[in-house]
């Protein structure tokens, strides 16, 4: 069996969730115009490190999504997450913060690492290479609004970034944040993973391994009213026995448990 961060992360959130993802099959419809932006996004960077015209790319890239059917949150269009995207790109040069050397090799990189036997864990990082001259791990996030900052230091608690320090054994670690908003804005945030922390998600990664493997798939979703976690999870239908909602949001891939990999890909 091969595990990804998003797997563990799935399970981590709510054990039904993770049984409806990767044993029943049940896939979120990829419509979501944020998280198609993003990837389109990701590939136009790529090309700015290989000095191609990023601008274009993105176009391109964003033109083909267009006829998705794709589901705008609040104020979104086609035509201003495009512009935002260019804005963006513009700024990410003008302040020339990042450098990727040999891009082709040091982005969208698969890292592998045997667990026991029969199983493996695999991550794909965004990029490997300097931000503000520190040699680092590099993760690219579009959003609309920004991320957080206060109280300082929370960025190390981010669990991705530690699962991605404990797969490369990189210490330096960092995300740069594209925020889409009227006046668009670049966050580089930059942390240090300590070796407790990895030592911990490995053992973490090893007990959730053992939960599913022993078939544990109750739900628990972490409810706390008013802010009820299954009210924004794709799966709800499935769990409240509504098809009009499981046709809305999600469609199915029988065997999809051997694709589970594949989710790394989905920025
Ligand atoms: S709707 Fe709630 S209980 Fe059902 S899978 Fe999602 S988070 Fe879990």
Redesign the pocket.
């Known amino acids: 069996m091969t595990y990804s961060y998003t797997q563990l992360s799935q399970y981590l959130t709510?054990p039904?969730?993770y049984r409806?993802r990767y044993l029943d099959g049940w896939q979120e419809k990829d419509s979501r115009a944020s998280m198609l932006f993003g990837r389109a996004f990701e590939k136009a960077l790529a090309s700015y490190f290989r000095r191609e015209d990023s601008a274009a790319v993105l176009f391109q890239e964003w033109q083909s999504c267009q006829k998705q059917g794709l589901r705008y949150s609040s104020g979104d269009t086609w035509d201003r997450m495009l512009h935002q995207g260019i804005q963006l790109l513009d700024r990410f040069c003008q302040e020339d913060r990042v450098r990727i050397p040999h891009p082709r090799r040091n982005l969208q990189i698969k890292v592998s690492r045997k667990l026991s036997r029969n199983n493996d864990f695999v991550a794909y990082v965004d990029a490997i290479g300097r931000l503000d001259g520190t040699r680092c791990l590099l993760e690219w996030k579009t959003t609309s609004s920004r991320y957080p900052e206060e109280p300082a230091g929370l960025l190390a608690l981010d669990p991705q970034l530690v699962c991605y320090s404990w797969m490369s054994g990189i210490t330096e670690v960092a995300q740069v944040v594209f925020v889409r908003k009227r006046l668009v804005e670049i966050q580089y945030l930059r942390t240090t993973i300590t070796d407790e922390q990895r030592h911990e998600f490995g053992q973490l990664v090893e007990d959730t391994i053992g939960r599913i493997e022993s078939a544990q798939f109750l739900?628990h979703?972490g409810i706390r009213f008013p802010q009820n976690?299954?009210s924004t999870?794709p799966?709800?239908g499935l769990?409240l026995g509504k098809p009009e909602l499981v046709d809305r949001n999600l469609i199915r891939r029988p065997g999809a448990e051997n694709l589970a990999w594949l989710d790394e890909l989905n920025y």
Request: positive net charge.
């Open positions: 709510c039904r969730r409806h739900p979703s976690p299954c999870c799966y709800v769990c």
